[in-house]
């Protein structure tokens, strides 16, 4: 519930591949056959960039997500749940 109404406030790029329910690296894989398959046949330059954002969300302030939330028009019960998620957080290695 959650996740659908906060789709809807702050929809998900469609080229995205992260944090949904789906193979993204398949699709991904294809997409990049056929631009180097394209780019051969039609013998032109191809120009690639793989980004991976190390650690990109824990550097995220949270209070910034909160506020952002807010200013989307996120229903206040959705915000208050994921400021909830935030609160207290630990993780354990063993």
Partial sequence: IATARL????PINPQERGFICM??????LK????????????HKH?????????????TVCHQHVLEGLVQRGVDLHVV???REMYCEIKMYIS
Avoid: Y
Avoid at 23 to 28: L, Q, T
Avoid at 31 to 42: F, G, P, Y
Avoid at 47 to 58: E, N, R, S, T
């Fill in 31 to 42: 997409l990049l056959q056929l631009a180097v398959k394209t780019a051969k046949r039609e």
């Fill in 7 to 10: 789709s809807k406030a702050c």
């Fill in 80 to 82: 208050e749940l994921v």
């Fill in 46 to 58: 191809l120009g690639v960039v793989f980004v991976d954002i190390v650690k990109a969300f824990d």
């Fill in 23 to 28: 193979s993204g690296c398949a699709k991904n």
